[in-house]
Structures are given as C-alpha cells and as structure tokens.
C-alpha cells in the first residue's frame, strides 16, 4: 500500500491535475494541470522533471541566422548578475545569434492600458469587480479550471508574453521567438490551444544562465546595447501588486472622474484561493484582484537565479530608472499602436493581437475535482 511520502506529488497539487488510472498508477492530466512546478518539488521518488527546450531552441535560432528574438519577462533585471545591465544582455543574446533583444515590460506597458480601459468599461458601480493579472498563468490556469463561475470577471487579454510574439510575428511572419523568464507554467502558456505559435519556446532563467556559460559568455564584459522600451508601470509587473499599482496608475491618469481602483493581490496558490473564497462571500470591499501564482511575484519563481528579495529591490530600481512613467508618456507604446493600425487608445478594447479565447478548452475536464478550502 502506497504511502503519502509516494503520494507527495498528487497531494501537493490544487488543480487535482494528478490522478490515479485503473490499474492504480498516478498520470498527470494536462488540461487541468497548470505548468506551475509544484509536483516536482513535492515528488520524493525524482520520477518528475521540468520539458526542456534548450536544444531545439538554440537549434532554431542558429538554423534561422538572424531572425530570432529573445523576449526577457520584466522579472529579469538583475538575475544575470546585480552590475550587468540591460544593454550588456541585449549584446550577450546577439552574440548567441540572436537578432534582438525585446523586454516584454514593453507589452506589460501595453496591457496596461488595455486592463485600465475593461476597467473603466465593466466597472460602473459598487460591488463590481475585474481578475486580473492577465501575465501569470497559474493565476489564469486556477479561475479557468477551478472557478469557472468567475471567468466572466477575467478580461480575455492575452498575456504581455503572447502579444509580444505575436507583434514580432506580425512584423516578422518567419522569425522565431523564445521568451527568457522565471516560470515554468509559461511553457505550458505557450502551446495553449487559442494562443500556441505566438513563442516558438520557453526558456527559464536557469536554462539560459547554462547556455551563457556553456557558450563561454561573459556578460559582464561586454558592449552596451541599450534601449530605453519601457515604463516604470511595466516593469512593476514582475512583483506582487506591480500590476495593480500600474492599472491604478492608468485608470486615474485616463479617468480621474470614474471610480477608482481598490486593489487587493494575493501571492502563492493557497493565498489566492483564500482571496477567491472571500471574494465569494461578499468578504471584501476591494474592485479589481491580482492574483500572482509565486510568493512574490515572478521575482520568486521557480527557476530564478536570485532570492525573492533580492530580485524585488532589482526591479523596483530598475523601474524607477525608467525614463517613462507611464504607458501614455511611452513613445513605443505610440509606434506600436501605430504599427498594429489603431488610431486611438480604445480601440485596443477589441484588436485581435491582444485578446484571447477561453471557450477553446476541453471543458468536460473541468468538474474533475475541486480543491475548495
């Protein structure tokens, strides 16, 4: 008889995405599981691994000699090294081969105006309220398969991941992208029916410090590459409440008259179940929820390269370096929306390269099991 030690790995699980077949053995339900690497810390026996990507990836953008972007999640300042900047990593992925380096802040920028703009149109009294944040998957993957019943109150934004791929593509139909970031659930993200071929790959922090290394680059040595994309709004999103002081931001800049938002965020599974079961019960006065799946934010994910707290402080001032504050004072933001054809900031509400689809699951799987607390 199996004990909870051989157990550890379904009992860790809040999506019940583990399960035990006829014949008595666990297999893993990849509709319901969320990618977001709970089991393999839990798993005692080592029987779980993290999908690599490192080889096909790297083969890609040497096969494509020079249509490959690298897109960094806004949790990576610092991760590579307190005193290198964003410039010497821009040079360190051209070195790989890379074309380019974009920070998916960018987008978060961009996202930021959309979430401001469902705020401002869904939220017309008291007692309405909006989900968000759209950037972490864990949080998305929870709602969707956990509490269906909420989905109305999650905007269908695409995550500042999806449309940054999906602007390169649209620019470079032929190019191959690979988002850098802290979360193994973004490679699950990333082949999700409605959103799959906006990022050809995912790889983690770790994976790409391995590749550096074993390339034999010194990032600290080499040549400014510095772009100046994004705002301080969007780069707060790599830490807890970073999304809702940047929609908080926005709302009051683009509608100071309209009800203002009254944020709430939760960090880690069990906190953010916790937040959904008072949302329930009419427990909280709060009209827009940020849900990160990691305690901390992205800067405590799973394949970071430093602790929680130091990878806050390294955001924190990073963004306020920013020569921008705000998605309206960015001019990238401007030529993007030029780029995409939009003539103003409301029609971001309905264009196509930032929304998603979440009819597009198998929802027989959904009543599965709940983990309710």
Not at 33 to 50: M, R, V
Not at 63 to 89: C, D, H, I, S
Not at 160 to 189: N, S, W
Not at 298 to 320: I, S
Request: glycine share 8%; charged share 30%.
């Amino acid at each position: 008889q199996e004990t909870e030690y051989e157990r550890a790995c379904q009992n860790s699980c809040v999506f019940d995405a583990i399960w035990e077949d006829e014949e008595g053995k666990l297999q893993i339900d990849k509709e319901m599981c969320a990618g977001c690497e709970a089991c393999i810390h839990a798993c005692k026996q080592g029987k779980l691994t993290a999908g690599k990507d490192v080889l096909p990836a790297m083969r890609s953008v040497r096969e494509r000699k020079g249509n490959a972007y690298a897109l960094v999640a806004p949790a990576f300042f610092g991760q590579f090294g307190e005193m290198v900047t964003a410039g010497q990593l821009r040079s360190a992925f051209k070195a790989l081969g890379f074309a380019g380096m974009v920070e998916v802040a960018l987008f978060a920028d961009i996202l930021t105006l959309k979430e401001a703009l469902e705020f401002d149109l869904h939220i017309k009294k008291e007692g309405d309220f909006q989900l968000t944040s759209c950037c972490c998957p864990v949080w998305i993957a929870m709602i969707r398969n956990i509490y269906e019943e909420l989905m109305p109150h999650v905007p269908a934004a695409v995550s500042p991941m999806i449309a940054c791929g999906r602007m390169i593509k649209r620019l470079y139909p032929d190019a191959v992208t690979v988002f850098v970031g802290p979360c193994l659930a973004k490679k699950k993200e990333a082949r999700e029916e409605d959103i799959q071929g906006a990022v050809d790959y995912v790889l983690t922090f770790q994976e790409m410090r391995d590749i550096f290394e074993a390339a034999d680059i010194h990032l600290e040595a080499l040549p400014e590459d510095e772009r100046e994309h994004a705002s301080r709004a969007g780069r707060l999103y790599a830490r807890t409440g970073g999304v809702s002081e940047a929609v908080a931001s926005m709302t009051q800049q683009l509608q100071p008259e309209k009800l203002h938002v009254r944020a709430e965020q939760a960090e880690g599974a069990k906190a953010c179940m916790e937040m959904i079961q008072r949302i329930k019960k009419g427990e909280t006065d709060a009209n827009f929820f940020e849900g990160m799946g990691c305690v901390g934010g992205c800067v405590g994910g799973p394949k970071t390269l430093r602790k929680q707290e130091e990878g806050r402080a390294c955001v924190d001032n990073y963004a306020e370096e920013s020569l921008y504050k705000t998605p309206l004072e960015n001019p990238y933001v401007r030529k993007i929306l030029e780029e995409l054809g939009l003539g103003t900031i409301e029609d971001l509400i309905e264009d196509p390269i930032l929304e998603r689809d979440f009819s597009k699951k198998d929802r027989s799987k959904c009543n599965l099991g709940r983990r309710l607390l």
